[in-house]
Nanobody
Framework: QVQLVESGGGLVQAGGSLRLSCAAS????????MGWYRQAPGKQRELVAD???????RYSGSVKGRFSISRDTAKNTVYLQINSLKPEDTAVYYC??????????WGQGTQVTVSS
């Protein structure tokens, strides 16, 4: 089994920063993609950013320039540095990994709340 443990969420004022972490453990031989999604109340879950095992990154247009994704392959950990937070960034942030043999795995989510 695969476990994903997220951390780093919280309450922050607009303009502030947070750093989210997601550590994967368990029966993992390799990870193709690690990423972050978010879901705001009443909205669908959406991609925030992801990164391949080759280091290629992809960002949602709404976060480009403010968020930065990185990964530590040796630790099976992905990070999301969130800067210049806006109230519309308020959401539950979920970590997702894609493994070559058994597909997608999701974390439990971490709440990010941005006050204006």
């Amino acid at each position: 089994q695969v476990q994903l443990v997220e951390s780093g969420g919280g309450l922050v004022q607009a303009g502030g920063s947070l750093r989210l972490s997601c550590a994967a453990s368990g029966s993992i031989t390799s990870i193709n993609v690690m990423g972050w999604y978010r879901q705001a109340p009443g909205k669908q879950r959406e991609l925030v950013a992801d990164i391949t095992n080759g280091g290629t990154t992809r960002y949602s247009g709404s976060v480009k320039g403010r968020f930065s994704i990185s990964r530590d392959t040796a630790k099976n950990t992905v990070y999301l540095q969130i800067n210049s937070l806006k109230p519309e960034d308020t959401a539950v942030y979920y970590c997702k990994i894609v493994t070559p043999f058994d597909g997608d795995h999701w974390g439990q989510g971490t709440q990010v709340t941005v006050s204006s």
